[in-house]
Nanobody, 123 residues
Framework: QVQLVESGGGLVQAGGSLRLSCAAS????????MGWFRQAPGKEREFVAA???????YYAASVKGRFTISRVNAKDTVDLQMNSLKPDDTAVYYC?????????????????WGKGTLVTVSS
């Protein structure tokens, strides 16, 4: 059974940092692309960042330069380092897993999803 479990969310002041982590299990991790998405209150879920099996990454324009996605295949984990946080970054953050090696920004390309972790950025 494929599972994704996010951790690391919480309350932080604007300008601060948080590191989210996603632990994956249930199938070979190293050959899957991984992604982070978020859903703010009253808004649709949106793409944040993705990383291919090779380590190549891509970011939404709104987080580029502030967020960094990384993966440790030996530990079956993917992290999202979030710096210079803004109140607009407040959302539930979801880890997603694609059963193909190439990254994607499209939610429909991801087969598995975690339950999410809440990030709240106060002004």
């Amino acid at each position: 059974q494929v599972q994704l479990v996010e951790s690391g969310g919480g309350l932080v002041q604007a300008g601060g940092s948080l590191r989210l982590s996603c632990a994956a299990s249930g199938r070979t991790f190293s050959t899957d692309a991984m992604g982070w998405f978020r859903q703010a209150p009253g808004k649709e879920r949106e793409f944040v960042a993705a990383i291919a099996w090779s380590g190549g990454s891509y970011y939404a324009a709104s987080v580029k330069g502030r967020f960094t996605i990384s993966r440790v295949n030996a530990k079956d984990t993917v992290d999202l380092q979030m710096n210079s946080l803004k109140p607009d970054d407040t959302a539930v953050y979801y880890c997603a897993r694609r059963v193909l090696p190439g990254l994607s920004t499209k939610q429909g390309d991801y087969s598995y999803w975690g339950k999410g972790t809440l990030v709240t950025v106060s002004s």
